[in-house]
């Protein structure tokens, strides 16, 4: 049996946990499904298939040409020259001066074996591992000495945090602050809310700041605490959308978990 708290932090009734809270966890199998969905969002990189090869190069590789078995014309052969495409700079005659192109040991050349367009980044995952991976999250998130590891539980002695229905209510900023800081996770919300600035060229590129992730709220009616929760860096999901990056700490086990109880009673 857990208890279930009120805004306010009192307690208001005991439920039964779910089956899904005794699932034994397998770290690696979490790992494996949280890979697998952020690869998706791979960025490929490849060069133009034609990059360093819009060059006009090539030299005759014929030895003897014409009816008096003189040699060929603009010919690689008797010169000197090693047998790389060339691009003619100049000419004089039958003289020609040429400096190499296209081949990849010459100057603004293609490269040997550039990254192609068609390689497949994503990887794969079976569909019932990835639930049983969701299902090992979740329950590490009931582990007090997991979600430590990443989190400032404060005064929260036991795992997981469950709410009645009417959190769904919040609407403003100062409400959420107010709530985290009832239940004990004042430390957390500090944590969360401060922000660093990125190195590097991300700040040009939208990314100028970067927080720690925090915690996710589960509930089955997230259209009031989205708004609230989003200023303060705490993520919001219903339990028919959860992923497994949303329950877990970027692929390891051990995320804070704040659940309402209609969610809690929805889980299979």
Do not use: C
């Not at 060929?72 to 790389?84: C, E, H």
């Not at 079976?126 to 049983?132: D, H, L, V």
């Not at 705490?234 to 209609?262: E, Y």
């Amino acid at each position: 049996m857990v208890d279930v708290i009120s805004v306010e932090n009192a307690k208001v009734e005991e439920i039964q946990l779910p089956e899904v809270f005794k699932q034994a966890v397998n770290p690696a199998t979490i790992k494996k499904a949280f890979l697998a969905e952020e690869s998706v969002k791979f960025q490929l990189k490849y060069t133009d298939p034609l990059a360093g090869s819009r060059k006009s190069a090539e030299l005759t590789k014929r030895r003897f040409g014409g009816k008096h078995g003189k040699r060929a014309y603009k010919t690689v052969y008797g010169r000197g020259l090693t047998r790389v495409p060339k691009k003619t700079l100049m000419h004089r005659g039958s003289t020609f001066f040429y400096v190499g192109a296209v081949a990849p040991n010459t100057v603004g050349g293609r490269e040997a074996h550039p990254p192609k367009a068609e390689k497949n980044l994503e990887k794969q995952v079976n569909k019932k591992e990835r639930k049983a991976a969701i299902r090992m999250a979740i329950a590490a998130s009931a582990d007090i000495d997991k979600v430590k590891r990443f989190h400032r539980l404060g005064s929260v002695s036991s795992l997981p945090i469950i709410v009645e229905d009417k959190l769904n209510t919040i609407s403003k900023t100062k409400d959420a602050v107010k709530f985290l800081g009832s239940i004990g996770l004042n430390d957390e919300a500090e944590r969360i809310m401060k922000r660093k600035i990125n190195s590097g060229k991300g700040k040009m590129r939208g990314r100028k700041y970067k927080r720690k992730l925090g915690p996710v709220i589960i509930t089955n009616d997230p259209s009031k605490l989205s708004a609230a929760f989003s200023n303060i860096n705490v993520a919001v999901k219903t339990p028919q959308s959860l992923s497994v990056s949303d329950v877990s700490h970027s692929g390891m086990p051990g995320r804070l978990i704040i659940w309402t109880k209609s969610a809690v009673t929805s889980l299979k």
